[in-house]
C-alpha cells in the first residue's frame, strides 16, 4: 500500500512537473511592468504625451514592456522621483531639468538664467550635440534621457502687484524649485526665495507663506495657483528643457531592438508634447485672463539680465569644467 502510493505521488510529481515545463514553454516572457512618474495631471501636453509614449511601447515591443502612468506626483514629489528612477525603484519619468541640478551638476547651465534666448533656440539646441552632452551627463547618473520636452518660459507672479522693475521684487517671498541657483537668482533681483515642493505652492500662497512663485503659463494655471496669485509679470527669466528619463536598471534590460522601438516612442512623444503645448499655452493665457489676472510686460528685461551677471561669474568659478558648455550654449544662438 505504502509503496503504491509513493509511487502514485511520483507520477503526479513528474506529471506537474511536465505540465510546469510545457506552461513555461508556451508561456510568453513575462512582461516588464513599468511605473511611469509625472507631477502634472491628466490631460496637461506632458501627461498626454507620456500616455501615448506608455501605449507605444507596450505596442512596439508586442507587450514585453507595458509601462503605467502615474499622474499629479501620486508616486512622491519631484526630487524624491528623480532618486527614485536613479535606483530603478521607478522607471521613466518626465523631469525638468531645474530640480535636476543638485544631482547632475552639468545641467545647472540649464538653470542659468536668460541662458536660452527663445523655446526655438532651446529645443533646437538640446536636439543637437548640446543636448547629447546634458544625456551623457544624465547617464552617469543613471538615467538615460531618450528625449527633450518643453516648459515655455517660466515668469514670476505674485499676490500683491505688477513687476516692471527688479525693485518691484523687494520686498516680497517667493517658492522656487529644489536648487540654489534659484535662491541666488531672486535674491539677485532683490526679493527673498524659498525652496518648496510644487504641491505645497498654492496653500502657501493662499495663506501668506509666500507671496509668489514662477512658473510658464500652462503649470500657473494647472496649479490654480492664478487663483491667488493675480499679477504674471513676463519676466521670462528661465526656458528649461524636460527629459523623458528611463532608469538605466530598466534601459539594460531590454534588448538592442526594444530600446530602438521605446527611443522612437520617446522622440515621438516629445514631437506631440511641443506641440500639444503650443496650444495649451494659449489656452491657459485665456483662462488666467478670463479669471481676472493681470498680465503685464516688464519695463526692461535687460534690467533683469544684468542683474543676472554675479550668477554666471560665481557658477564658472565654482564650476570651470563647465564654462565651454556655457559659451557653447550662448554660441549658438
Ligand atoms: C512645471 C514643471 C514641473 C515642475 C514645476 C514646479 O513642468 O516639472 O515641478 O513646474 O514649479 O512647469 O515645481
Not at 538640446?126 to 527633450?148: H, P, Q, T, V, Y
Not at 505688477?162 to 522656487?176: C, H, N, S
Request: proline fraction near 5%; charged fraction near 25%; include cysteine.
Amino acid at each position: 500500500m505504502q509503496l503504491k502510493n509513493n509511487l502514485k505521488l511520483k507520477n503526479c510529481l513528474s506529471v506537474a512537473a511536465v505540465a510546469s515545463a510545457v506552461a513555461l514553454m508556451s508561456s510568453p516572457v513575462q512582461a516588464e511592468q513599468w511605473r511611469g512618474w509625472n507631477i502634472h495631471p491628466p490631460g496637461y501636453p506632458n501627461s498626454e504625451a507620456l500616455e501615448s509614449f506608455a501605449k507605444e511601447v507596450a505596442q512596439k515591443t508586442d507587450g514585453r514592456v507595458e509601462p503605467k502612468m502615474y499622474h499629479n506626483a501620486v508616486l512622491g514629489d519631484q526630487p524624491d522621483a528623480i532618486e527614485q528612477v536613479r535606483s530603478g525603484g521607478l522607471d521613466f519619468a518626465n523631469f525638468n531639468m531645474g530640480p535636476m541640478g543638485p544631482i547632475v551638476p552639468a545641467t545647472n547651465v540649464l538653470s542659468l538664467p536668460f541662458i536660452f534666448n527663445s523655446v526655438d533656440d532651446m529645443y533646437r539646441i538640446m536636439d543637437g550635440d548640446i543636448g547629447d552632452r546634458f544625456a551623457d551627463a544624465l547617464e552617469e547618473k543613471n538615467l538615460i534621457a531618450l528625449s527633450w520636452f518643453g516648459s515655455g518660459a517660466r515668469s514670476l507672479y505674485n499676490t500683491e502687484h505688477p513687476v516692471e522693475t527688479p525693485d518691484d521684487v523687494k520686498g516680497l517671498k517667493f517658492r522656487v524649485m529644489n536648487n540654489d541657483l534659484y535662491v541666488q537668482m531672486i535674491d539677485e533681483m532683490g526679493g527673498n526665495a524659498t525652496p518648496m515642493a510644487y504641491s505645497e505652492v498654492y496653500q502657501s500662497l493662499k495663506t501668506g507663506v509666500i507671496d509668489g512663485a514662477e512658473n510658464n503659463y500652462p503649470s500657473y494655471e494647472s496649479s490654480g495657483h492664478y487663483e491667488v496669485a493675480k499679477y504674471y509679470s513676463l519676466t521670462e527669466h528661465l526656458i528649461l528643457p524636460e527629459c523623458l528619463c528611463v532608469a538605466k536598471s530598466s534601459w539594460e534590460e531590454l534588448s538592442k531592438e526594444d530600446q530602438k522601438a521605446v527611443r522612437k516612442a520617446a522622440e515621438n512623444a516629445a514631437k506631440e508634447q511641443r506641440q500639444l503645448w503650443e496650444e495649451r499655452v494659449q489656452k491657459s493665457r485665456q483662462i488666467v485672463l478670463d479669471s481676472g489676472v493681470k498680465i503685464n510686460k516688464v519695463d526692461s528685461k535687460s534690467a533683469f539680465q544684468e542683474k543676472m551677471q554675479p550668477i554666471y561669474d560665481e557658477f564658472i568659478k565654482q564650476h570651470p569644467g563647465l564654462e565651454s558648455l556655457v559659451h557653447d550654449i550662448q554660441a549658438a544662438q
